[in-house]
């Protein structure tokens, strides 16, 4: 069964912290390069961090470099991203999938909002 859950979202206020996480399973993520996707209102989803399999590599996209970790930890079938210096531009829906070739069946996401 392929799943992706998602879950850490709330409400921060404007340079605050947030940890999200995402459990899968399947090993179509667990052997994959997994990312964060957000999408915020009115706007299209976007990749903003990946992860290698392995978790020996990472990017960013450059709007929140600097300021978002991405990790992962297999053992635990979790993606996390931790993510410092909120601005409000950073609110959206946060979502996982794989960094490729993502899975058509996404998970419900998880919200964040950031207040200025």
């Known amino acids: 069964q392929v799943q992706l859950v998602e879950s850490g979202g709330g409400l921060v206020q404007a340079g605050g912290s947030l940890r999200l996480s995402c459990t899968f399973s399947?090993?179509?993520?667990?052997?994959?390069?997994m990312g964060w996707y957000r999408q915020a209102p009115g706007k299209q989803r976007e990749l903003v961090a990946g992860i290698t399999s392995s978790g020996g590599i990472t990017n960013y996209a450059d709007s929140v470099k600097g300021r978002f970790i991405i990790s992962r930890d297999n053992a635990k079938n979790t993606v996390y991203l931790q993510m410092n210096s909120l601005k409000p531009e950073d609110t959206a829906v946060y979502y996982c999938?794989?960094?490729?070739?993502?899975?058509?069946?996404w998970g419900q996401g998880t919200r964040v909002t950031v207040s200025a």
């Open positions: 999938n794989r960094r490729t070739s993502p899975v058509p069946s």
């Open positions: 399947g090993n179509i993520f667990r052997f994959n390069a």
